[in-house]
């Protein structure tokens, strides 16, 4: 009887260490899972974009299991990558789109070792499979795959099954959070369009009616025959043609070139350049709108900095013909370059009147003419162009301004000279 009660509660005992152990393991791969399922949260949160996102979480899926590479397939009219960890991802075959299908459509991963397809096994991953497919979850708002090759060697004491299902589920939300990211881009985008549409109508259809106006005026007196023009008539008809011509031409220009800005068709190649050159190109430039006005240029030789020579030639030249058209006449311009903290400094300066000092806030914005500016033409456009121009180059524009003159001052990274 002793005998029998030792070998019942040995048994008993047996089973429930049995049973514990299985428990200890069940929660050491569930710990384990969970670990490695925060670690991609984790990732997915520092990632500075959603694309970023994506790819830190291919990386951290292929690292996990070992595989060679992963890849997000989107299904569309044909399977998509949609990132990858790889550089260069090999493209979507034949092969791996029925493959992928398959996936898709039983909601099941599928393996192959390369050639055909077979439903994944619960619990592991064949010897021989280079690829396998695992679907994302039927409720996710994607339709697409997560694509491994190479043999798969998870941890061991994780579920692989649960392992790769809870993988496609992250793939799944982050493809759905980088879509949403890129509608609201494209929204965003569409309301500045339409916000800028809405300015551009308000803002330059004087600008560009106007001088339409003047030229259709001076055409149609010049082909009136009953009237006798003198010859000095028809000198001032032709002067207003090229005047409103030049000004409608300028007005153009500026749109041009701040779509072109925005719409980032410009791209700047960076070069070292010789402040004092590049001062005096200007200057030279400038020439038919200065040519009442001493233009000094002071900058030590020697004195190299880093950005794209016909932008900045350009984003100086505005401030010239700003200098120029805005300040006193017959005033003094000076442009200057000076070294200060690892930048360059370019100035271009006048000798007055100055911009209000409600106005010095806005100065750079796209269509604003303040208080001293409405009485010369033009479209508001000028120095939103520098800026942009500048901030292709990394660099700054700043303003200071007083009744005694305006100064502009571009800051750009020093360079050293050219060997």
Not at 74 to 89: C, F, V
Not at 350 to 379: C, N, Q, S, W
Request: with cysteine.
């Amino acid at each position: 009887v002793a005998l029998a009660i030792f070998l019942a509660v040995a048994s008993t005992g047996a089973s429930m260490l049995s049973l514990l152990r299985r428990q200890v393991r069940l929660l050491e791969a569930r710990r384990e899972e969970t670990a490695t399922l925060l670690r991609l949260s984790q990732e997915l949160a520092r990632a500075v974009s959603p694309r970023e996102g994506m790819y830190r979480l291919c990386q951290d899926m292929t690292r996990v299991v070992h595989a060679r590479s992963c890849a997000l397939l989107i299904k569309g009219a044909d399977w998509q990558i949609r990132s990858s960890s790889a550089s260069h991802p090999a493209p979507v075959s034949r092969e791996e789109a029925a493959l992928a299908d398959a996936a898709l459509a039983s909601g099941q991963p599928v393996r192959s070792s390369g050639v055909g397809g077979a439903r994944l096994p619960r619990g592991s991953v064949a010897a021989d499979a280079r690829l396998a497919f695992v679907p994302f979850p039927a409720e996710s708002p994607e339709r697409g795959v997560v694509r491994f090759t190479g043999v798969l060697t998870p941890p061991a004491v994780i579920d692989e099954l649960r392992l790769l299902e809870a993988f496609a589920s992250e793939a799944s939300l982050a493809v759905h959070r980088a879509r949403l990211a890129e509608e609201a881009s494209r929204v965003e985008a569409l309301q500045k369009a339409d916000e800028l549409k809405t300015a551009l109508l308000s803002s330059v259809s004087h600008d560009l009616r106007s001088p339409l106006t003047a030229i259709k005026a001076a055409i149609d007196s010049l082909r009136d025959g009953s009237v006798a023009w003198t010859e000095d008539d028809r000198g001032a008809f032709l002067h207003t043609i090229a005047e409103q011509t030049d000004r409608l031409t300028t007005t153009v220009s500026d749109l041009l070139d701040m779509s072109r800005l925005e719409g980032g068709a410009t791209q700047p190649h960076f070069e070292p350049i010789e402040a004092s050159a590049l001062l005096a190109e200007v200057a030279l430039a400038a020439k038919t709108v200065t040519a009442a006005r001493p233009v000094v240029v002071e900058a030590p030789e020697g004195l190299w900095l880093r950005g794209d020579y016909p932008l900045l030639v350009q984003a100086l030249g505005n401030l010239v013909s700003n200098a120029a058209r805005y300040s006193v006449a017959g005033g003094r311009i000076a442009l200057t370059g000076v070294r200060s903290d690892g930048e360059v400094r370019l100035s271009v300066g006048d000798a007055g009147p100055g911009i209000a000092p409600d106005d010095l806030p806005h100065i750079f914005e796209k269509f604003y003419r303040g208080a001293m500016m409405r009485h010369v033409p033009g479209t508001g456009l000028g120095l939103a162009i520098v800026k942009a121009m500048v901030e292709l180059c990394n660099g700054t524009v700043a303003v200071e301004s007083s009744p005694a003159g305006t100064v502009f001052t571009i800051s750009l990274t020093a360079s050293a000279a050219p060997r």
